[in-house]
């Protein structure tokens, strides 16, 4: 499975569009990539997968160039209960769907 | 809407005992995962179940077993437990829904090993 790498901490103020990239050079073509969120001491939640392309939901962009090999989760307009732990995920497309998590994103919204 | 459920929610045992941890899907889900988190660490895919049948397996001890029942929740049994095995354990659930990494993870069970 791709290795990924992102930020370890970003800082952001309200109201601010922040823009999370992970790099996966290794990235296999059957391969997708998906973000979750996570708060201390609560489960991960879900945010968004994509292939290639853009992806937009109600809560989140993904942003992923056709070399596949970086994607960029895009936060519109955060605010501080936006404060938590972003994890990039590839995930294998052979049809389980087991999730390694690495080293996550801490992003820390300020007032 | 109704969420995974895990029991209990706080468990505390002393060295070598075992611990039962529980897990019930959200219904109609047929796919169930378990994690391990340790103090200031990343989740760690311990093993899954697709329609009672372990589907994968991560870096579960052999200490560690579980199982997926006919009413689709699992349980995780481990046994001799360690000072390190001290975590917060989730379950997750996925439903079947084509290639999807959407999963819903429960409020966890956080263990104690004392």
């Known amino acids: 499975l791709a290795k990924t790498t992102q930020p370890i901490s970003m800082d952001s103020y309200e109201g601010q569009e922040v823009n999370i990239t992970c790099s996966h050079n290794n990235i296999a073509t059957n391969d997708y990539i998906t973000w979750y969120q996570q708060f201390p001491s609560q489960g991960p939640r879900f945010i968004i997968q994509?292939?290639?392309t853009k992806v937009t939901n109600e809560v989140a962009s993904l942003f992923i160039p056709a070399d596949r090999k970086s994607s960029t989760l895009s936060l519109p307009r955060v605010s501080l209960s936006d404060t938590a732990v972003y994890y990039c995920l590839v995930a294998s497309g052979s049809g389980y769907s087991t999730l390694t998590f690495g080293k996550g994103t801490m992003l820390l919204v300020s007032p | 809407a109704a969420g995974v459920i895990q029991s209990p929610r706080h468990l505390i045992k002393e060295k070598r005992e075992t611990a039962t941890l529980k897990c019930y899907p959200i219904p109609r889900h047929d796919t169930v995962y378990w994690y391990q988190q340790g103090p200031g660490q990343d989740p760690q895919f311990l093993i899954s179940?697709?329609?009672?049948?372990?589907?994968d397996k991560g870096s579960i001890p052999d200490r560690f077993s579980a199982q997926q029942f006919s009413d689709y929740h699992s349980e995780l049994n481990m046994s001799s437990l360690e000072l390190g095995d001290s975590a917060l354990y989730f379950c997750?659930?996925?439903?079947?829904?084509?290639?999807?990494?959407?999963?819903?993870f429960g409020p966890g069970t956080r263990l104690t090993v004392t």
């Open positions: 179940f697709y329609e009672k049948m372990q589907s």
């Open positions: 997750a659930s996925s439903k079947p829904s084509g290639i999807s990494y959407e999963q819903y």
């Open positions: 994509g292939y290639k």
